[in-house]
């Protein structure tokens, strides 16, 4: 765990950092996200909000990659489980982590994070493609990868991908 001092001066070397201009100009703000062993992002413009965790509803008749229903300001968002989604090696599910809400005009849903490292501005020049060797199935969900390592979900093709819609009637 954390203290305050040493979270305060994780911020006072990120702040002292000096700034690229083309950077800015060429940049994107990215939120970064930690499951399992890697980290992970995704633009910002495409979450909506961030919560605690809430152990999601199962919902039976549903693919596996849905793991339930959460109940959020009112609204029954489905939790996905990006990990299943992406092909990846499944994690210990995240009880004490976070949800990110992802969201753009036509969908609406929940995945789960067992760690937020915050946000991030980076340029979009700094992506680079996802090397061959990584153990990804879907990798047209991944804008690419950053010099740290960092995994870039392609949040608009992330939300449009018909694999996660469900629309079935019992």
């Known amino acids: 765990m954390q203290t305050v001092k040493d979270i ?6 990120e702040a002292a950092k000096t700034v690229n201009i083309e950077e800015i100009e060429d940049g994107v703000d990215i939120i970064c996200f930690k499951m399992g062993s890697e980290v992970y992002a995704i633009e910002d413009r495409f ?15 549903t693919p596996a990659f849905i ?3 959460v109940n959020i300001r009112g609204s029954f968002l489905s939790v996905v489980d990006l990990e299943l989604i992406l092909g990846l090696k499944k994690t210990e599910a ?11 005009e036509k969908m609406e849903f929940v995945i789960i994070a067992q760690e937020m490292l915050g946000e991030i501005r980076i340029s979009k020049k700094s992506i680079q493609p996802v090397p061959q060797g990584m153990n ?9 990868v950053t010099q740290e390592g960092v995994i870039v979900l392609n949040g608009k093709r992330f939300l449009e991908d018909s694999k996660i819609i469900v629309h079935e009637e019992i």
């Open 67 to 69: 793991l339930g229903i």
């Open 136 to 144: 990804i199935l879907t990798k047209e969900l991944i804008d690419g």
């Open 8 to 13: 305060l001066k994780k911020r006072a070397k």
């Open 47 to 61: 979450v909506h909000a961030v919560y605690p965790y809430i152990q999601p509803t199962e919902v039976p008749c």
């Open 94 to 104: 995240a009880k004490e982590g976070f949800m990110l809400l992802l969201s753009d």
